[in-house]
T-cell receptor, first 113, second 109 residues
Framework: EPEVTQTPSHQVTQMGQEVILRCVPISNHLYFYWYRQILGQKVEFLVSFYNNEISEKSEIFDDQFSVERPDGSNFTLKIRSTKLEDSAMYFC???????????FGDGTRLSIL | RKEVEQDPGPFNVPEGATVAFNCTYSNSASQSFFWYRQDCRKEPKLLMSVYSSGNEDGRFTAQLNRASQYISLLIRDSKLSDSATYLCVVTTNDYKLSFGAGTTVTVRA
């Protein structure tokens, strides 16, 4: 079964540094998403992306965050200057249509020191 | 009021038992409804979509009540492998999923 893949599985970074989290969505999917889950809390929507532009973003997705689809397969989340509170599990998801269920990657655990 | 609210549990049941729990959502314009399951420190995995007429997938039955704005999940003949956190998920537009905080189910031998 095709799956969403994410790298790295764990990223440890000093506060203030930039990080890039990478995702390879399922190949025929057109809608891409990032979510995060702080330890012990619920999954929270960050951003959705379709047709090379952001469709919607949450209040969490401030100017420190950006997304990009640099080529035909990768979808990245960049955090420009990380803060301690950015420590969380970051999940990428994709779907083939906007009204279809989203399929999640196994996440990147981001630890900010 | 939270967008999606769930009883956190935990529901601790013996193998073979039936367990059921609900979720409520606040936005009457919500369009699509799902149950996902999440194992400890893993990604959410789609369990089933929830349709207005109610639907069943093996031992799992989901119901939707739009008038009262709640969704239910029933697990019959529970297995040890059903132990997980069950996430109620709602979409208001087509672009994002709103997650509940999850209901923890533990099935014991």
């Amino acid at each position: 079964e095709p799956e969403v893949t994410q790298t790295p599985s764990h990223q440890v970074t000093q506060m203030g540094q930039e990080v890039i989290l990478r995702c390879v969505p399922i190949s025929n999917h057109l809608y891409f998403y990032w979510y995060r889950q702080i330890l012990g809390q619920k999954v929270e929507f960050l951003v959705s992306f379709y047709n090379n532009e952001i469709s919607e973003k949450s209040e969490i997705f401030d100017d420190q965050f950006s997304v990009e689809r640099p080529d035909g397969s990768n979808f990245t989340l960049k955090i420009r200057s990380t803060k301690l509170e950015d420590s969380a599990m970051y999940f990428c998801a994709s779907s083939d249509r906007s009204d279809q269920p989203q399929h999640f990657g196994d996440g990147t655990r981001l630890s900010i020191l | 009021r939270k967008e999606v609210e769930q009883d956190p549990g935990p529901f601790n049941v013996p193998e073979g038992a039936t367990v059921a729990f609900n979720c409520t959502y606040s936005n009457s314009a919500s369009q699509s409804f799902f149950w996902y399951r999440q194992d400890c420190r893993k990604e959410p995995k789609l369990l089933m979509s929830v349709y207005s007429s109610g639907n069943e997938d093996g031992r799992f039955t989901a119901q939707l009540n739009r008038a009262s704005q709640y969704i239910s999940l029933l697990i019959r003949d529970s297995k040890l492998s059903d132990s997980a956190t069950y996430l109620c998920v709602v979409t208001t537009n087509d672009y994002k999923l709103s997650f509940g905080a999850g209901t923890t189910v533990t099935v014991r031998a």
